[in-house]
């Protein structure tokens, strides 16, 4: 299952303890260079498949792209792939910069 979850409700987890937690970007290098979260992991939606042994299965995944799109396809496919402790932030970056 993958459970969506809100700006507000992202950014309170982030805020008080986002060590605990893995923030995985799934945007293109050229969107994260221009601004990303710190300690978050960048691994674009097309890698995804190919990149899944960065991930560590004992931390939640909170998944981030611009508008929440890429986000969505990317929990599906991890949660396809047996993660099981998988986030989307809706509506992504856009809705994160405009709190």
Not at 6 to 30: G, H, K, M, S
Not at 59 to 71: A, F, P, Q, T, V
Request: proline residues 2%; negative net charge; glycine residues 6%.
């Amino acid at each position: 299952m993958v459970w969506d979850v809100t700006p507000e409700e992202f950014l309170a987890l982030y805020n008080i303890n986002r060590e605990a937690i893995i923030i995985l970007d799934v945007r293109e290098i050229e969107e994260y260079e221009k601004y990303h979260l710190s300690n978050s992991i960048l691994i674009p939606i097309g890698e995804i498949y190919y990149r899944t042994n960065e991930l560590d299965t004992n931390k939640d995944i909170y998944i981030i792209c611009e508008h929440g799109n890429r986000s969505t396809q990317a929990a599906l496919i991890l949660f396809d792939l047996g993660f099981k402790r998988v986030f989307n932030v809706m509506g992504g970056f856009e809705k994160l910069i405009n709190k």
